[in-house]
């Protein structure tokens, strides 16, 4: 259980969330909602214990488990099994038993005498532990996840963003705590396993806390939801399901819309009457009166809910350039012994639209840092064509500069803007006052994915390689996505799930992975966007 007491939440000097006291207890299914920026990961972390708040208390009974939504492990040679059983501990145990095992089969003698000893006092501890019913599990649940076996034997530092992502939420799913922390935790899953976790979370019985942005997610899951009010600093706490609460705040806004409306007409009329009479001496106390009695009724109102704010997007005028400005042969890329795709070609010529589709872990977030020059492949080459100016979007942000400020971000990206028009930029991203001096690295996701896309409008670019350019953001900014994929001019190498950002961009060509097959676009290969 989490019990929060008058909990105070700042970023700098921008009050996010004031006062606020609220329980997590075991079976409530809580959807934390609010737009992009409000505060809704930085209230997780101080939950979870990474931060603390700026005021208030926060108190944890029982084990914790949160996912944040860029998870970075510190060691990256570990194997993706021992990440998730670390959730249990038992990732020690296994490694003993692999040693043992070696020792049983180079030693002899004594020193292979010890070595089943101590294997067989190991394998009596995991057992003990559950150990062999719990890898099950675990694999049982990486599976449904995404997660092949192979993958669970590979590395941390051998997988794709998104498959490390998978590995964390299994950890998570696996660990047994008994309150779940989960930040957008459909980012980078296919179609049948956001199904599963929708079925899975939905028979959770601990205290659960999801941000998500997949409304289907909250219909299925969430008994309450906590919607936190960017405008007024404050938690509105809802004891309904997302459906319902969705009705209770079009009722709750339409019932202020209408008192409002009342007060003013009656307010106006008195303040009138007022001014009339205060041109008469003998009336001066009256009209006194009256005023007061208008504002009385305008100050005992709740204000109506102010809208959101978004941040306006347009990508950037693409700067000219040849018939084809990248292309791609002969691509082939391994982590290790595991090969992700060989032989992938691809041309981008003006302004064409193309579509990557495949399986997690086929290799599109790869194939898009190769594009980008982050990466070189093991055979190939990427050949810039006249006038190329590339801009890349990653889904890991990994193009933000986390040390440096937003405006040193935005400054190294348009060098030849002045600080005036840089600022410009970034008020239109919502970045204002004091948010423009934060680093990079403690920004929510939904406010790094507006820095990169600021970051994109100024670049002048005329290919544009986007990786997951919806994820973290709420419907209103998605809608600014789509809009300018619509109206840019320039070429796009586009990966996503999002149905919605295929349909804006209206692709020419798809190319799968990790064959390496190009083809034309055609409706039948729309159903494949979210399954891939």
Same mark, same amino acid.
């Not at 532990?129 to 694999?139: H, I, K, L, R, V």
């Not at 079925?199 to 289907?216: A, E, N, Q």
């Not at 409002?260 to 009166?289: G, I, P």
């Given at each position: 259980?989490?019990?929060a007491a008058?909990?105070e939440?700042?970023?700098g ?8 006291t ?29 931060t603390q ?10 084990e ?20 998730v ?12 038993l ?65 498959q490390r ?17 989960l930040?957008?935790p ?32 909250l219909? #299925? ?21 997302w459906?319902?609460?969705l ?28 001014d ?11 009209? @006194?009166?009256? @005023? ?10 709740? &204000? ?42 691809l ?6 639209? #193309? ?11 790869t ?19 006249h ?28 060098p ?14 919502l ?8 680093p ?17 409008? #100024? ?26 994929l ?14 919605? &950002?295929?349909?804006?961009l209206e ?9 390496? #097959? ?15």
């Amino acid at each position: 259980m989490i019990t929060a007491a008058s909990v105070e939440l700042r970023a700098g000097s921008r009050l996010l969330l004031d006062n606020a006291t609220f329980r997590v207890a075991p079976g409530d299914r809580i959807g934390l909602v609010g737009r992009n920026g409000a505060g809704k990961t930085t209230l997780t972390k101080a939950l979870a214990g990474v931060t603390q708040p700026a005021g208030g208390t926060i108190t944890r009974s029982g084990e914790v488990g949160y996912l944040p939504q860029d998870p970075r492990t510190g060691d990256l040679h570990v194997s993706a099994r021992d990440r998730v059983l670390s959730a249990r501990g038992l990732d020690a145990i296994v490694r003993d038993l692999r040693g043992a095992e070696q020792a049983m089969a180079a030693e002899v003698g004594d020193a292979q005498e010890r070595a089943m000893r101590r294997y067989a006092r190991l394998d009596a501890e995991f057992t003990a532990a559950g150990g062999y019913a719990a890898e099950s599990e675990a694999a049982q649940i990486a599976a449904a996840l995404g997660l092949e076996e192979r993958v669970l034997d590979q590395e941390i530092g051998t997988l794709s963003g998104g498959q490390r992502r998978r590995v964390e939420l299994t950890r998570i799913l696996f660990s047994g705590a008994e309150t779940l922390l989960l930040d957008e935790p459909t980012n980078h899953l296919d179609a049948d396993s956001v199904l599963w976790l929708r079925d899975h979370l939905k028979g959770y019985r601990g205290g659960l806390v999801v941000i998500s942005h997949d409304v289907d997610l909250l219909d #299925v899951v969430v008994t309450k939801v906590f919607h936190l009010d960017a405008n007024r600093a404050e938690l509105d706490q809802y004891n309904l399901g997302w459906k319902a609460y969705l009705q209770q705040r079009e009722t709750d806004e339409r019932r202020r819309r209408r008192e409002r409306a009342n007060a003013e007409k009656k307010a106006s009329a008195l303040m009138a009457q007022a001014d009339k009479m205060r041109a008469k001496a003998t009336k001066t106390v009256a009209a @006194q009166n009256m @005023q007061r009695r208008a504002e009385r009724l305008l100050g005992g109102l709740e &204000a109506e809910r102010a809208h959101d704010k978004v941040a306006r997007l347009r990508f950037p005028k693409p700067s000219p350039c040849g018939k084809t400005p990248l292309r791609a042969s002969g691509l082939s890329r391994s982590y290790g012994s595991a090969e992700v795709f060989t032989d992938v070609d691809l041309a981008v010529d003006r302004g064409s639209r #193309v579509v990557v589709l495949g399986l997690n872990g086929a290799g599109k977030t790869t194939l898009l840092r190769l594009l980008a020059g982050v990466d070189a492949p093991d055979t190939g080459r990427v050949e810039p064509g006249h006038g190329l100016k590339i801009g890349y979007y990653a889904q890991e942000h990994e193009n933000l500069d986390v040390g440096r400020t937003v405006l040193e971000n935005m400054k190294s990206a348009a060098p030849d803007l002045g600080e005036t028009e840089v600022r410009k930029v970034l008020g239109s991203f919502l970045f204002s006052g004091d948010d423009v001096d934060k680093p990079a690295g403690v920004l929510s996701g939904g406010e790094k994915t507006r820095l990169s896309l600021a970051l994109l409008v #100024v670049s002048s670019a005329n290919v544009l390689l986007l990786d997951e350019p919806t994820n973290n953001l709420d419907p209103a900014s998605r809608e600014e996505i789509l809009g300018a994929l619509r109206t840019y001019e320039g070429a796009v190498v586009l990966v996503t799930h999002d149905e919605g &950002a295929v349909d804006a961009l209206e692709p020419e060509r798809i190319l799968l992975l990790p064959d390496g #097959v190009e083809d034309l676009w055609g409706a039948d290969y729309r159903e494949l966007v979210t399954l891939a």
